[in-house]
């Protein structure tokens, strides 16, 4: 049964923050695991010491986190699952090993394809619902957002992955978890463990190249059209409320 779990960071940009993860990863993880840092063409700072790829330009974080799958598909480790990591998040407890117990229940638990940390109350987010409740024990969700999520790498594969085409990495998690809960797998929130997310960190720095706000207008359009024209008109409210049962919300 497999075991290995690849942890995937596409750093644009943010050296310092891509290493702090990689740090506690590699102090605190026990569960099997392999980093896989992909910089994503940064250009205004020096790649992170930890990066493992790079590409030559700004692809934004779709791209990235798919150079980083391809590169551990090649690896052909039969793994149990893929963590996507973004530089905006941080593990708020030192020595935490936040991937372990996650792992466990993706591993043993028949039907869950998808697991994620419980968010700290100060962390920022369009996503309430991932917020802590409190509780030691996963609950079921309608949805999570790649802050740290992971996938079972078998069901993530035999479902197509994220869509290339959703390039600023808006839309691939509703889209993602919609799929999820049409084919009746299960995701969850694990309140074991817990991230902090601070939104638009590189954007206050002058990193991106671009303000967050023109990124949120950006994104916001790649999304709708890249749904409407697959799926249909709306396909984004729609996917945000088919097979949502209220228990998950």
């Known amino acids: 049964m497999a075991d290995d779990v690849a942890i995937l960071i596409t750093n644009y940009n943010m050296p310092e923050a891509a ?19 992909v910089d994503n063409g940064s250009d205004l700072i020096r790649p992170a010491k930890y990066t493992t790829l790079f590409l030559e330009s700004n692809q934004q974080t779709t791209a990235g986190w798919l150079a980083g799958l391809k590169y551990a ?39 869950a394809v998808g697991i ?41 594969d035999e479902m197509g992955g994220f869509d290339p085409e959703l390039y600023y990495g808006w839309g691939i998690d509703v889209e993602t978890c919609w799929r999820a809960r049409a084919t009746q797998r299960s995701l969850w929130i ?9 939104s638009d960190v590189g954007y206050s720095m002058d990193r991106m190249n671009m ?38 919300r």
Request: glycine residues 4%; contains cysteine.
């Open 116 to 156: 994620h940390p419980a968010l700290t109350e100060d962390s920022t987010t369009a996503w309430m619902h991932m917020i802590t409740r409190g509780g030691d024990q996963p609950r079921r969700t309608w949805m999570m957002d790649n802050i740290a999520s992971l996938y079972r790498a078998s069901w993530f």
């Open 19 to 37: 290493d702090a993860l990689c740090e506690h990863i590699r102090e605190s993880i026990e569960w099997p695991h392999w980093t896989i840092v």
């Open 73 to 111: 598909r090649q690896m052909r480790r039969d793994w149990l699952g893929y963590m996507f990591l973004i530089t905006s998040a941080s593990f708020p407890s030192p020595g935490e090993d936040t991937l372990t117990p996650m792992a466990q229940f993706l591993k043993y638990t028949p039907g």
């Open 190 to 198: 694990d309140e074991r463990v817990k991230m902090r997310k601070i």
């Open 211 to 248: 303000t967050a706000l023109d990124r949120r207008r950006l994104a916001g359009e790649n999304t709708h059209k890249v749904l409407d024209a697959r799926y249909g008109p709306n396909a984004w409210a729609r996917m945000m409320e088919e097979f949502v049962k209220d228990e998950w």
